[in-house]
């Protein structure tokens, strides 16, 4: 081969190169806060391939929907992202102490589906917790494994900071309201809280069906459903529409539930 043409193909593969490494240089970044059913069941597997496809960097601040709306009003971020309902949400940051701004101000859409799981250390030895069975363990009330056809050690429940949709949810849906045990052991993330629950017997607290693995006991609950919210301010930018376009489009062969649907946008 002349000398000529090695150079060619040299400058070729150089220019190539730098045209790569500038599309990946230049990806445009949506910075976003989000809860822990957000961040596990649709972020976590979506953020690569759609980053490779649409040249859209993900940024996740990973606080919980209860952050997020703060940060969102104070324009730190360009969404949030959490596993409950508008309402359910709005009603939760009055709960906590915060006002919100105006529903008008906030448009919100339903991006996809959530499934709460509780995890246990597998010493707990239960196959199955009624809805009951479940309200008396997270209100303190049933304090013993054996209170619910488990050996007899005591239950220590594991309780997520920064997972505080999944915290209100569980809260109204199983435990009709009632507050949380004042006995806990705290945990951030949920990745943080199921590290726990694997170290400490007798441990038990809320997770997500991707966390709900092997390395854990998943007890059988009634289902609980809850959809993932994704709220923003204003018209929504043209790289949201596109992450939102993804999530619906190529992005579906990468999650299980999680599925737009057009006509919940507020």
């Not at 809860?35 to 960097?57: L, N, Q, R």
């Not at 529903?103 to 799981?117: D, N, S, T, W």
């Not at 209100?139 to 619910?148: C, L, P």
């Amino acid at each position: 081969m002349s000398v000529t043409r090695i150079v060619t193909r040299s400058f070729c593969i150089l220019g190539l190169l730098l045209i790569m490494g500038n599309s990946f240089a230049f990806a445009e970044e949506v910075k976003i806060g989000v809860g822990g059913s957000a961040t596990e069941d649709i972020f976590y597997k979506i953020m690569e391939p759609m980053e490779k496809s649409i040249g859209v960097k993900l940024v996740l601040v990973l606080d919980g929907p209860s952050a997020a709306l703060r940060s969102l009003d104070n324009d730190l971020v360009m969404a949030a992202v959490g596993g409950l309902s508008f309402q359910d949400w709005m009603a939760m940051m009055v709960k906590e102490g915060y006002k919100p701004g105006p529903p008008a101000e906030y448009k919100f859409r339903e991006i996809g589906k959530g499934v709460i799981k509780v995890i246990a250390n597998k010493s707990a030895l239960v196959k199955k917790l009624s809805k009951d069975q479940l309200k008396g363990i997270f209100t303190g009330k049933i304090m013993n494994w054996k209170e619910v056809g488990g050996p007899d050690s005591p239950i220590k429940i594991v309780y997520g900071t920064k997972i505080s949709g999944t915290n209100s949810v569980f809260q109204k849906e199983i435990m009709d309201g009632e507050p949380y045990a004042k006995t806990v052991l705290e945990a951030s993330t949920a990745p943080d809280l199921k590290a726990k629950v694997i170290a400490t017997p007798g441990a038990i607290g809320l997770s997500f069906v991707s966390l709900a693995d092997e390395a854990v006991l998943v007890p059988e609950i009634p289902v609980l459903e809850r959809p993932i919210v994704m709220i923003t301010k204003g018209e929504i930018p043209y790289s949201m529409e596109k992450i939102l376009d993804y999530i619906r489009g190529d992005g579906q062969k990468f999650l299980n539930k999680a599925v737009i649907k057009d006509n919940t946008v507020r």
